[in-house]
Protein backbone atom coordinates (compact mmCIF):
# COMPACT_ATOMS: atom_id res chain seq x y z
CA UNK A 1 0.00 0.00 0.00
CA UNK A 2 1.19 3.64 -1.11
CA UNK A 3 2.33 5.63 1.42
CA UNK A 4 0.65 9.10 2.63
CA UNK A 5 -2.43 10.78 1.24
CA UNK A 6 -3.21 10.04 -2.74
CA UNK A 7 -5.39 12.02 -4.73
CA UNK A 8 -7.44 9.10 -4.12
CA UNK A 9 -7.65 9.18 0.15
CA UNK A 10 -7.98 12.88 0.01
CA UNK A 11 -11.07 12.83 -1.96
CA UNK A 12 -12.90 9.50 -0.68
CA UNK A 13 -12.08 10.83 2.56
CA UNK A 14 -14.02 14.12 1.68
CA UNK A 15 -16.77 12.28 -0.34
CA UNK A 16 -17.53 10.28 2.78
CA UNK A 17 -17.01 12.77 5.30
CA UNK A 18 -20.02 14.90 3.60
CA UNK A 19 -22.25 11.78 3.71
CA UNK A 20 -21.23 11.74 7.38
CA UNK A 21 -22.16 15.80 7.47
CA UNK A 22 -25.68 14.82 5.12
CA UNK A 23 -26.74 12.27 8.01
CA UNK A 24 -26.77 14.11 10.65
CA UNK A 25 -27.97 16.98 9.31
CA UNK A 26 -30.92 15.57 7.88
CA UNK A 27 -31.45 13.01 10.77
CA UNK A 28 -31.64 10.48 8.61
CA UNK A 29 -28.42 9.67 10.43
CA UNK A 30 -30.65 8.41 13.58
CA UNK A 31 -32.67 5.66 14.59
CA UNK A 32 -34.83 6.49 17.42
CA UNK A 33 -35.02 4.41 20.43
CA UNK A 34 -35.91 4.75 23.52
CA UNK A 35 -33.28 4.96 25.76
CA UNK A 36 -31.22 7.89 27.47
CA UNK A 37 -29.22 8.35 24.67
CA UNK A 38 -32.09 9.12 22.59
CA UNK A 39 -30.96 7.78 19.29
CA UNK A 40 -28.92 4.58 17.59
CA UNK A 41 -26.95 6.49 15.37
CA UNK A 42 -25.11 5.26 11.74
CA UNK A 43 -23.79 8.26 11.75
CA UNK A 44 -20.13 6.38 12.55
CA UNK A 45 -20.63 4.26 9.38
CA UNK A 46 -18.81 6.36 6.54
CA UNK A 47 -16.06 6.35 8.56
CA UNK A 48 -15.57 2.59 8.79
CA UNK A 49 -16.00 2.10 5.23
CA UNK A 50 -13.32 5.00 4.83
CA UNK A 51 -11.20 3.06 7.12
CA UNK A 52 -11.77 -0.99 5.40
CA UNK A 53 -11.15 0.91 1.66
CA UNK A 54 -8.33 3.30 2.10
CA UNK A 55 -6.39 2.68 5.56
CA UNK A 56 -6.21 4.06 8.58
CA UNK A 57 -5.52 7.39 8.16
CA UNK A 58 -8.72 8.25 5.97
CA UNK A 59 -10.86 6.43 8.75
CA UNK A 60 -9.44 8.81 11.21
CA UNK A 61 -9.89 12.05 8.94
CA UNK A 62 -13.49 10.95 8.60
CA UNK A 63 -13.80 10.24 12.28
CA UNK A 64 -12.77 13.74 12.79
CA UNK A 65 -15.44 15.11 10.38
CA UNK A 66 -18.04 13.22 11.99
CA UNK A 67 -16.81 14.10 15.40
CA UNK A 68 -17.24 17.44 14.70
CA UNK A 69 -20.08 17.96 12.73
CA UNK A 70 -22.02 16.00 15.66
CA UNK A 71 -20.20 18.47 17.99
CA UNK A 72 -21.85 21.57 16.09
CA UNK A 73 -25.15 19.80 15.31
CA UNK A 74 -25.75 18.55 19.06
CA UNK A 75 -28.90 18.59 20.63
CA UNK A 76 -27.96 16.75 23.55
CA UNK A 77 -25.72 18.18 26.33
CA UNK A 78 -23.18 15.11 25.97
CA UNK A 79 -22.07 15.90 22.49
CA UNK A 80 -21.13 19.50 23.55
CA UNK A 81 -18.33 18.70 25.19
CA UNK A 82 -15.53 18.13 22.40
CA UNK A 83 -14.05 15.40 24.04
CA UNK A 84 -16.85 13.09 24.57
CA UNK A 85 -18.05 14.15 20.65
CA UNK A 86 -14.30 14.32 18.71
CA UNK A 87 -11.72 12.45 20.36
CA UNK A 88 -13.20 9.06 20.36
CA UNK A 89 -14.48 9.30 17.20
CA UNK A 90 -11.12 9.41 15.82
CA UNK A 91 -10.93 5.84 16.79
CA UNK A 92 -13.61 3.83 14.42
CA UNK A 93 -11.97 3.88 11.35
CA UNK A 94 -8.31 3.05 12.91
CA UNK A 95 -9.87 -0.16 14.65
CA UNK A 96 -12.28 -0.92 11.47
CA UNK A 97 -9.21 -1.09 9.43
CA UNK A 98 -6.67 -3.22 11.38
CA UNK A 99 -9.44 -5.28 12.12
CA UNK A 100 -10.08 -5.86 8.59
CA UNK A 101 -6.08 -6.43 7.77
CA UNK A 102 -5.47 -8.83 10.54
CA UNK A 103 -8.95 -10.72 9.30
CA UNK A 104 -9.00 -10.41 5.35
CA UNK A 105 -6.92 -13.32 4.59
CA UNK A 106 -9.67 -15.99 6.49
CA UNK A 107 -12.45 -14.28 4.10
CA UNK A 108 -13.06 -11.42 3.01
CA UNK A 109 -16.65 -11.30 3.69
CA UNK A 110 -16.25 -12.08 7.45
CA UNK A 111 -12.97 -9.56 7.67
CA UNK A 112 -15.55 -6.67 6.00
CA UNK A 113 -18.41 -7.92 8.47
CA UNK A 114 -16.47 -7.85 11.62
CA UNK A 115 -14.67 -4.39 10.95
CA UNK A 116 -18.05 -3.28 10.66
CA UNK A 117 -18.76 -4.52 13.92
CA UNK A 118 -15.82 -3.72 15.48
CA UNK A 119 -15.67 -0.09 14.26
CA UNK A 120 -19.64 0.25 15.51
CA UNK A 121 -18.76 -0.96 19.18
CA UNK A 122 -15.85 1.29 18.98
CA UNK A 123 -17.80 4.64 18.79
CA UNK A 124 -20.14 2.83 21.27
CA UNK A 125 -17.94 2.16 24.05
CA UNK A 126 -15.32 4.77 23.37
CA UNK A 127 -18.36 7.37 23.94
CA UNK A 128 -20.28 6.07 26.67
CA UNK A 129 -16.47 5.25 28.37
CA UNK A 130 -15.96 9.36 27.97
CA UNK A 131 -18.90 10.43 29.01
CA UNK A 132 -18.71 8.20 31.98
CA UNK A 133 -15.01 9.76 32.69
CA UNK A 134 -16.60 13.10 32.21
CA UNK A 135 -19.61 12.44 34.08
CA UNK A 136 -22.79 12.85 31.93
CA UNK A 137 -23.59 9.63 32.45
CA UNK A 138 -23.24 6.83 35.59
CA UNK A 139 -21.86 3.86 34.75
CA UNK A 140 -25.10 1.92 34.89
CA UNK A 141 -26.55 4.19 32.60
CA UNK A 142 -23.76 3.71 30.09
CA UNK A 143 -23.91 0.06 30.33
CA UNK A 144 -27.63 0.25 29.54
CA UNK A 145 -26.97 2.11 26.53
CA UNK A 146 -24.36 -0.11 25.19
CA UNK A 147 -26.75 -2.55 24.91
CA UNK A 148 -29.94 -1.46 23.74
CA UNK A 149 -28.56 1.41 20.66
CA UNK A 150 -25.12 -0.07 21.02
CA UNK A 151 -25.88 -3.45 19.50
CA UNK A 152 -28.69 -2.24 17.07
CA UNK A 153 -26.32 0.53 15.68
CA UNK A 154 -23.76 -2.27 15.28
CA UNK A 155 -25.92 -4.75 13.59
CA UNK A 156 -27.01 -2.35 11.26
CA UNK A 157 -23.45 -1.75 10.51
CA UNK A 158 -22.32 -4.64 9.59
CA UNK A 159 -25.20 -4.72 6.67
CA UNK A 160 -24.45 -1.30 5.35
CA UNK A 161 -20.76 -1.91 5.52
CA UNK A 162 -21.02 -5.35 4.19
CA UNK A 163 -23.46 -4.07 1.16
CA UNK A 164 -21.85 -1.23 0.39
CA UNK A 165 -17.48 -2.90 0.66
CA UNK A 166 -18.93 -5.83 -1.28
CA UNK A 167 -20.32 -4.11 -3.90
CA UNK A 168 -17.12 -1.89 -4.33
CA UNK A 169 -14.85 -4.22 -4.40
CA UNK A 170 -17.16 -6.37 -6.49
CA UNK A 171 -16.02 -9.98 -4.47
CA UNK A 172 -16.82 -12.29 -6.80
CA UNK A 173 -16.22 -11.19 -10.41
CA UNK A 174 -12.48 -10.48 -11.24
CA UNK A 175 -12.53 -7.46 -8.83
CA UNK A 176 -9.83 -4.97 -10.91
CA UNK A 177 -9.27 -1.94 -9.42
CA UNK A 178 -11.65 0.72 -10.11
CA UNK A 179 -9.44 3.80 -11.10
CA UNK A 180 -8.12 4.42 -14.04
CA UNK A 181 -5.20 5.82 -13.21
CA UNK A 182 -4.62 6.31 -9.77
CA UNK A 183 -2.88 2.40 -9.72
CA UNK A 184 -0.29 3.37 -12.00
CA UNK A 185 1.32 5.88 -9.94
CA UNK B 1 -45.98 14.23 3.45
CA UNK B 2 -43.22 16.30 1.06
CA UNK B 3 -41.90 18.16 3.41
CA UNK B 4 -40.26 14.58 4.18
CA UNK B 5 -38.66 15.03 0.91
CA UNK B 6 -36.93 18.87 0.93
CA UNK B 7 -34.14 17.46 2.51
CA UNK B 8 -31.95 20.54 1.33
CA UNK B 9 -34.11 23.02 2.78
CA UNK B 10 -32.81 21.94 6.26
CA UNK B 11 -29.63 22.51 5.36
CA UNK B 12 -28.01 24.91 7.42
CA UNK B 13 -24.39 24.05 6.75
CA UNK B 14 -22.30 27.05 5.92
CA UNK B 15 -25.17 28.81 6.61
CA UNK B 16 -23.57 33.05 6.90
CA UNK B 17 -25.51 36.24 7.63
CA UNK B 18 -23.34 38.71 6.41
CA UNK B 19 -23.66 41.84 8.60
CA UNK B 20 -20.41 43.37 7.89
CA UNK B 21 -19.75 43.62 11.96
CA UNK B 22 -16.22 43.73 13.01
CA UNK B 23 -16.52 40.26 14.27
CA UNK B 24 -17.63 39.28 10.60
CA UNK B 25 -14.32 41.48 9.69
CA UNK B 26 -11.80 39.82 12.04
CA UNK B 27 -9.05 37.18 10.12
CA UNK B 28 -10.37 33.96 9.96
CA UNK B 29 -7.26 32.56 11.62
CA UNK B 30 -7.49 34.79 14.37
CA UNK B 31 -11.28 34.57 14.90
CA UNK B 32 -10.82 30.27 15.09
CA UNK B 33 -7.74 30.92 17.98
CA UNK B 34 -10.38 33.41 19.43
CA UNK B 35 -13.06 30.81 19.69
CA UNK B 36 -11.16 27.42 20.27
CA UNK B 37 -9.92 29.62 23.76
CA UNK B 38 -12.94 30.76 24.63
CA UNK B 39 -14.51 27.08 24.09
CA UNK B 40 -11.35 25.14 26.09
CA UNK B 41 -12.33 27.65 28.74
CA UNK B 42 -15.99 26.32 28.74
CA UNK B 43 -15.36 23.37 28.96
CA UNK B 44 -13.48 23.52 31.98
CA UNK B 45 -15.43 25.96 33.99
CA UNK B 46 -17.77 24.52 36.55
CA UNK B 47 -18.64 27.06 39.08
CA UNK B 48 -21.79 29.42 39.10
CA UNK B 49 -20.60 32.52 38.47
CA UNK B 50 -18.09 31.50 35.75
CA UNK B 51 -20.49 29.90 33.41
CA UNK B 52 -23.23 32.92 34.24
CA UNK B 53 -20.04 35.41 33.67
CA UNK B 54 -19.50 33.00 30.42
CA UNK B 55 -23.47 33.26 29.09
CA UNK B 56 -23.13 37.38 29.52
CA UNK B 57 -20.22 37.13 27.63
CA UNK B 58 -22.33 34.91 24.82
CA UNK B 59 -25.01 37.47 24.25
CA UNK B 60 -22.48 40.35 24.15
CA UNK B 61 -21.03 38.75 20.87
CA UNK B 62 -24.08 38.39 19.71
CA UNK B 63 -24.70 42.11 20.23
CA UNK B 64 -21.64 43.16 18.40
CA UNK B 65 -21.87 40.74 15.12
CA UNK B 66 -25.38 42.10 15.23
CA UNK B 67 -26.66 39.12 14.56
CA UNK B 68 -30.14 38.45 15.96
CA UNK B 69 -29.87 35.98 19.27
CA UNK B 70 -33.33 33.88 18.12
CA UNK B 71 -30.42 32.24 15.41
CA UNK B 72 -28.80 30.97 19.01
CA UNK B 73 -32.30 30.12 20.92
CA UNK B 74 -33.23 28.37 17.96
CA UNK B 75 -30.58 25.52 18.29
CA UNK B 76 -31.29 25.43 21.76
CA UNK B 77 -34.94 25.19 21.31
CA UNK B 78 -34.87 21.41 20.36
CA UNK B 79 -32.58 19.93 22.94
CA UNK B 80 -34.54 21.12 25.78
CA UNK B 81 -36.66 18.07 26.71
CA UNK B 82 -33.48 16.18 26.83
CA UNK B 83 -31.94 18.78 28.69
CA UNK B 84 -34.83 18.09 31.46
CA UNK B 85 -34.44 14.48 31.06
CA UNK B 86 -30.71 14.62 31.67
CA UNK B 87 -30.84 16.51 34.00
CA UNK B 88 -33.50 14.68 36.55
CA UNK B 89 -31.44 11.45 35.93
CA UNK B 90 -28.16 13.49 37.08
CA UNK B 91 -29.91 15.06 40.00
CA UNK B 92 -30.99 11.25 41.08
CA UNK B 93 -28.07 9.20 40.54
CA UNK B 94 -25.35 11.28 40.53
CA UNK B 95 -25.19 12.10 44.23
CA UNK B 96 -22.64 8.64 44.76
CA UNK B 97 -20.62 9.86 42.87
CA UNK B 98 -20.16 14.03 42.96
CA UNK B 99 -18.74 13.47 46.43
CA UNK B 100 -18.74 16.42 48.97
CA UNK B 101 -20.65 19.32 49.23
CA UNK B 102 -24.09 19.15 51.90
CA UNK B 103 -26.12 15.96 51.32
CA UNK B 104 -30.06 17.69 50.78
CA UNK B 105 -31.89 14.32 50.50
CA UNK B 106 -30.74 11.25 50.47
CA UNK B 107 -33.02 7.99 49.74
CA UNK B 108 -32.30 4.10 49.02
CA UNK B 109 -29.66 4.98 46.09
CA UNK B 110 -31.08 8.25 45.22
CA UNK B 111 -28.68 10.71 46.92
CA UNK B 112 -28.89 14.42 45.98
CA UNK B 113 -25.81 16.70 46.98
CA UNK B 114 -24.49 20.47 47.05
CA UNK B 115 -22.38 19.40 43.95
CA UNK B 116 -24.83 17.00 41.92
CA UNK B 117 -26.88 20.16 41.69
CA UNK B 118 -24.27 22.22 40.51
CA UNK B 119 -23.15 19.47 38.22
CA UNK B 120 -26.51 19.45 36.99
CA UNK B 121 -27.57 23.60 36.47
CA UNK B 122 -23.19 23.85 35.02
CA UNK B 123 -24.01 21.44 32.45
CA UNK B 124 -26.97 23.02 31.05
CA UNK B 125 -25.37 26.37 30.94
CA UNK B 126 -22.49 24.83 29.39
CA UNK B 127 -24.56 23.68 26.76
CA UNK B 128 -25.80 27.14 26.03
CA UNK B 129 -22.65 28.71 26.15
CA UNK B 130 -21.63 26.68 23.63
CA UNK B 131 -24.47 26.55 21.44
CA UNK B 132 -24.66 30.64 21.02
CA UNK B 133 -20.76 30.17 20.89
CA UNK B 134 -20.64 27.98 17.70
CA UNK B 135 -23.73 30.29 16.26
CA UNK B 136 -21.75 33.02 16.73
CA UNK B 137 -18.52 31.90 14.90
CA UNK B 138 -20.80 29.83 11.53
CA UNK B 139 -22.82 32.97 11.13
CA UNK B 140 -20.19 35.36 11.01
CA UNK B 141 -18.00 33.51 8.98
CA UNK B 142 -18.38 31.76 5.29
CA UNK B 143 -16.90 28.33 4.85
CA UNK B 144 -14.31 29.25 2.53
CA UNK B 145 -13.01 31.51 5.42
CA UNK B 146 -13.36 28.80 7.59
CA UNK B 147 -11.16 26.42 5.85
CA UNK B 148 -8.73 29.06 5.16
CA UNK B 149 -8.36 30.06 8.41
CA UNK B 150 -7.75 26.21 9.53
CA UNK B 151 -5.47 25.78 7.09
CA UNK B 152 -3.02 28.58 8.40
CA UNK B 153 -4.10 28.03 11.57
CA UNK B 154 -2.68 24.48 11.67
CA UNK B 155 0.53 25.81 8.93
CA UNK B 156 2.70 24.94 12.02
CA UNK B 157 1.87 21.24 12.17
CA UNK B 158 3.64 20.86 8.39
CA UNK B 159 7.01 20.64 10.51
CA UNK B 160 6.02 17.61 11.61
CA UNK B 161 4.85 16.15 8.20
CA UNK B 162 0.67 16.47 8.99
CA UNK B 163 -0.61 16.88 5.54
CA UNK B 164 -2.47 19.95 6.45
CA UNK B 165 -2.91 21.39 2.75
CA UNK B 166 -4.86 17.85 1.93
CA UNK B 167 -6.45 17.96 5.04
CA UNK B 168 -8.43 21.41 4.30
CA UNK B 169 -8.86 19.86 0.64
CA UNK B 170 -10.71 16.71 2.44
CA UNK B 171 -12.98 19.51 4.41
CA UNK B 172 -13.32 21.53 1.47
CA UNK B 173 -14.78 18.56 -0.55
CA UNK B 174 -16.59 17.17 2.60
CA UNK B 175 -18.51 20.67 2.52
CA UNK B 176 -18.68 21.03 -1.09
CA UNK B 177 -20.30 18.13 -1.50
CA UNK B 178 -23.33 17.87 1.26
CA UNK B 179 -25.61 19.39 -0.76
CA UNK B 180 -25.07 17.49 -3.97
CA UNK B 181 -25.78 14.32 -1.78
CA UNK B 182 -28.87 15.67 -0.43
CA UNK B 183 -30.26 16.26 -3.74
CA UNK B 184 -29.13 12.65 -4.83
CA UNK B 185 -31.03 11.61 -1.50
CA UNK B 186 -33.84 13.20 -2.19
CA UNK B 187 -34.32 11.84 -5.84
CA UNK B 188 -33.87 8.32 -4.50
CA UNK B 189 -36.49 8.93 -1.74
CA UNK B 190 -38.96 10.21 -4.44
CA UNK B 191 -38.37 7.20 -6.57
CA UNK B 192 -38.09 4.63 -3.94
CA UNK B 193 -41.52 6.37 -2.74
CA UNK B 194 -43.27 6.04 -6.16
CA UNK B 195 -42.72 2.27 -6.06
CA UNK B 196 -44.84 2.04 -2.66
CA UNK B 197 -41.95 2.98 -0.61
CA UNK B 198 -42.76 4.12 2.63
CA UNK B 199 -39.91 6.18 5.16
CA UNK B 200 -40.42 7.64 8.69
CA UNK B 201 -43.87 6.95 9.00
CA UNK B 202 -43.70 3.76 11.16
CA UNK B 203 -44.50 3.79 14.84
CA UNK B 204 -40.96 5.09 16.62
CA UNK B 205 -41.30 2.07 18.64
CA UNK B 206 -41.02 -0.47 15.65
CA UNK B 207 -36.84 0.18 15.27
CA UNK B 208 -36.36 -2.78 13.10
CA UNK B 209 -39.19 -1.42 10.62
CA UNK B 210 -37.78 2.25 10.36
CA UNK B 211 -34.38 0.70 9.74
CA UNK B 212 -35.07 -1.37 7.46
CA UNK B 213 -36.50 1.46 5.77
CA UNK B 214 -33.33 3.19 5.75
CA UNK B 215 -31.22 0.61 3.87
CA UNK B 216 -32.98 1.12 0.05
CA UNK B 217 -31.70 5.00 0.38
CA UNK B 218 -28.64 4.68 2.44
CA UNK B 219 -26.76 2.03 0.46
CA UNK B 220 -27.47 3.70 -2.80
CA UNK B 221 -26.01 6.34 -1.66
CA UNK B 222 -22.78 5.35 -0.54
CA UNK B 223 -22.63 3.84 -3.82
CA UNK B 224 -23.41 7.31 -5.99
CA UNK B 225 -21.05 9.08 -3.71
CA UNK B 226 -18.10 6.48 -4.35
CA UNK B 227 -18.85 6.63 -8.00
CA UNK B 228 -18.80 10.71 -7.41
CA UNK B 229 -15.42 10.35 -5.97
CA UNK B 230 -13.66 8.08 -9.06
CA UNK B 231 -14.91 10.95 -11.28
CA UNK B 232 -13.09 13.61 -8.92
CA UNK B 233 -10.04 11.00 -8.57
CA UNK B 234 -9.83 10.99 -12.60
CA UNK B 235 -10.68 15.00 -13.63
CA UNK B 236 -8.04 15.86 -10.65
CA UNK B 237 -5.29 12.96 -11.86
CA UNK B 238 -5.95 14.66 -15.31
CA UNK B 239 -5.48 18.04 -14.40
CA UNK B 240 -2.06 16.90 -12.50
CA UNK B 241 -3.27 17.59 -9.20
CA UNK B 242 -0.27 16.20 -7.25
CA UNK B 243 -1.06 16.35 -3.18
CA UNK B 244 1.67 18.32 -1.33
CA UNK B 245 3.19 19.93 -3.64
CA UNK B 246 4.12 23.52 -2.90
CA UNK B 247 1.47 26.30 -4.89
CA UNK B 248 0.28 30.10 -4.73
CA UNK B 249 -2.52 31.05 -3.02
CA UNK B 250 -5.59 33.17 -3.97
CA UNK B 251 -6.80 34.19 -0.51
CA UNK B 252 -4.30 36.11 1.28
CA UNK B 253 -4.75 37.28 4.92
CA UNK B 254 -2.94 40.44 6.75
CA UNK B 255 -4.22 40.32 10.73
CA UNK B 256 -4.41 44.14 12.15
CA UNK B 257 -4.47 45.51 15.38
CA UNK B 258 -8.13 44.22 16.17
CA UNK B 259 -7.45 40.76 15.37
CA UNK B 260 -4.94 40.55 18.12
CA UNK B 261 -7.18 42.75 20.53
CA UNK B 262 -10.24 39.59 19.63
CA UNK B 263 -7.67 37.22 20.52
CA UNK B 264 -6.57 39.03 23.80
CA UNK B 265 -9.49 39.44 24.53
CA UNK B 266 -10.52 35.95 24.60
CA UNK B 267 -7.52 35.33 26.49
CA UNK B 268 -8.59 37.90 29.24
CA UNK B 269 -12.15 36.47 28.95
CA UNK B 270 -11.32 32.88 29.69
CA UNK B 271 -8.69 33.92 32.52
CA UNK B 272 -11.59 35.52 34.79
CA UNK B 273 -13.82 32.70 34.14
CA UNK B 274 -11.67 30.50 35.24
CA UNK B 275 -10.14 32.62 38.25
CA UNK B 276 -14.19 33.32 39.84
CA UNK B 277 -13.90 31.04 42.77
CA UNK B 278 -17.37 30.57 43.31
Redesign the interface.
Given at each position: MEKGLTVRRIVIAGVLGAIAILLGVTRLGYIPVPTAAGNATILHIPAVIGGIMEGWGVGMIIGLIFGVSSFLNATVPLFKDPLVAILPRLFIGVTAYFTYVGLKNVNQYVAIGVAGFVGSMTNTLLVLGMAVIRGYMAAGVAATVAITSGLPEAIVSVIVTLAVVAAWKKLGSSGKQKSKISGDF | MSAEFE?TR????GQYLPTGSIVHRLDPRFKLAAFVVL?LAI?ICNTYVGNVFAIVMCVWLFQVSKIPIHYGISGIK??IP??I??AI??LL??GG??NGGAVYFEYGFVKITSESIR?VLV??M??VE??FL?SVL?LSTSTTELTHGMERLLGPLQKVKF?VH??A??????????P???ME?EKMMKAQASRGADFGTGE??R?VQ??KD??P???P???V??A???D???A??ARC?I??AARTRFAHYTATGKDYVAVGLSVVISVIMLAIPW
Open positions: - | LNITIIAPAFIVLLQFYIALSARFVISTPAFLIITIAIRFVTFAMWWIRTMFIIILFNALRAELILMEYPG
